[in-house]
């Protein structure tokens, strides 16, 4: 895409979106404007092209709705900032932190000092340290401007290679830049962490996180936690097989660590980060009795963490992460209310059984958050085990128990949306008339009509 072309595209985009907010606040449209310092010498062209498509980028976030709504939330995230930059206050004024409704383990800066991190890596951080630690490490990004540095860089290599064609060298020349800039923005962010008063020693464990093939949850028995949840044996993978797969697994991830090469990556790998943060640590002089000094976690934080979490579950249903949702449930790491706990597993449950119904086991597969995690092997391995009727009877045995015990209005749909997906259409009007009579204006009473075959006059 050309300049123009870009530029016509972002007032395009920045038309559209502004008439209609897309349940985004709508200052959001004036912070999508990027002011970024240019070194001297930078292709004009290209930088007109680099703060277009920064723009396009962050609008389609709020078209999509991605970015998080929450004063207390946007307060806290940026107060972490102030605290590490309370010595850089011109960098402060650029630096502005976004939650972003992604499952995905991960975070991204722009040039301009807009921060993203994904609701799915703040969930798993477990202190405020290594929430820190991740904001100072794109911090340091925007501060040493290395998305800059590469493209300069990358211009070099292919300016001094230009008579060649050899496109593997110059990748491989712009991976080794990556990987440097990488350690660098480690090394700041953990200067960062320790000038605020943070625990430099937790804050590095959020890199962890940042592994590909590290496991996001521990290693449980998901065939006993899932069966005791909707009182079946699931006996497809007992206790005994359980144990022999967990070893099984322990060994293979003992082969990949051990193989690990971070040759053609544009990260270095994170067990080598972390041993370069380990041997800065020791040759930092930090103050005498650091503990008493250090920030703990606040109430903030824990109200967040939890917060987040709730919102992540309903996230994975909404984007039909319908393993991730069970996981989330199943897993001790987050406390859930029983209601909300019971309802999230009878939604997954029913849309798998309309997978496996109409044949996209592969395609739910493919949509699998975290595919390297053994516990997701696990949970494929009990849900794709069943045939499709015997699964379907097994959803529908586990919501018609959830509205024996209580009227919530989301287990009554579901028990209904069960009860005809397992035995027809002839019982489940009869339920469907029931919600409509129970709660004439709640959220399904359109959706229960239409079941019906109510028109809109009725």
């Known amino acids: 895409m050309n300049i123009k072309s870009a530029l016509i595209m972002l007032i395009f985009l920045f038309g559209a979106f502004a008439k209609q907010a897309f349940s985004q606040k709508i200052n959001h449209y004036q912070e999508v404007k990027s002011k970024v310092s240019f070194p001297i010498g ?23 709705g ?55 890596l703040i969930i798993h951080l477990k202190t405020e340290s290594e929430l820190a630690f991740l904001i100072a490490h794109e911090i340091a990004h925007v501060m040493k401007q290395h998305a800059l540095k590469e493209i300069e860089q990358q211009n070099k290599i292919n300016q001094a290679e230009i008579n060649t064609n050899n496109n593997f060298g110059r990748s491989y020349r712009n991976l080794i830049h990556s990987k440097e800039n990488e350690y660098e923005a480690d ?30 949850y521990a290693r449980i028995n998901m065939a006993q936690l899932l069966g005791n949840e909707i009182n079946n044996s699931l006996a497809q993978l007992d206790s005994s097989e359980w144990i022999k797969s967990k070893k099984r697994n322990e060994k293979v991830i003992l082969k990949i660590e051990l193989n690990n090469n971070d040759q053609f990556s544009t990260h270095p790998d994170v067990a080598k980060r972390i041993i370069s943060l380990d041997e800065q640590l020791k040759v930092y002089e930090l ?99 069943y045939d499709a009727d015997k699964f379907k009877k097994l959803v529908y045995g586990f919501a018609k128990k959830l509205v024996e015990h209580g009227q919530n209005e989301d287990n009554y749909f579901y028990y209904a949306l069960c009860n005809e997906a ?35 006059k009725k």
Request: glycine share 4%; net charge positive.
């Open 66 to 120: 991605k970015i998080i709504n929450d004063k207390n939330w946007d307060d806290y995230l940026n107060a972490i900032a102030g605290k590490l930059l309370q010595n850089e206050p011109a960098l402060l004024q650029k630096i502005k932190v976004w939650c972003v409704k992604d499952l995905s383990a991960n975070a991204v800066s722009y040039i301009d000092g807009s921060i993203f991190l994904n609701l799915g």
């Open 287 to 385: 103050p005498e009795k650091m503990q008493l000094y250090q920030i703990k976690d606040s109430l903030i934080y824990i109200q967040m963490q939890q917060q987040m979490a709730k919102l992540a579950l309903g996230n994975a249903i909404d984007d039909f992460e319908y393993q991730l949702a069970i996981m989330l449930v199943l897993t001790n790491k987050f406390q859930f209310e029983e209601e909300l706990r019971k309802t999230t597993l009878l939604k997954s449950l029913y849309f798998i059984a309309q997978s496996k119904e109409n044949q996209y086991e592969d395609e739910l597969l493919s949509k699998c958050a975290i595919t390297t995690d053994s516990n997701m092997v696990d949970l494929n391995k009990i849900l794709y085990s």
């Open 422 to 456: 397992y035995l027809g259409k002839q019982t489940s009007q009869i339920i469907f008339q029931n919600l409509v009579n129970k709660f004439p204006n709640g959220k399904y009473a359109l959706t229960a009509k239409q079941k019906l075959s109510y028109n809109d």
């Open 42 to 64: 930078f292709d004009d062209k290209k930088s007109k092209e680099i703060i277009a498509s920064v723009a396009i980028e962050k609008l389609n976030l709020i078209k999509k």
């Open 187 to 216: 090394g700041i962010a953990l200067k960062l962490v320790i000038q605020a008063g943070y625990n430099p020693s937790l804050a590095i464990k959020a890199l962890h996180l940042l592994n590909p093939d590290s496991s996001l």
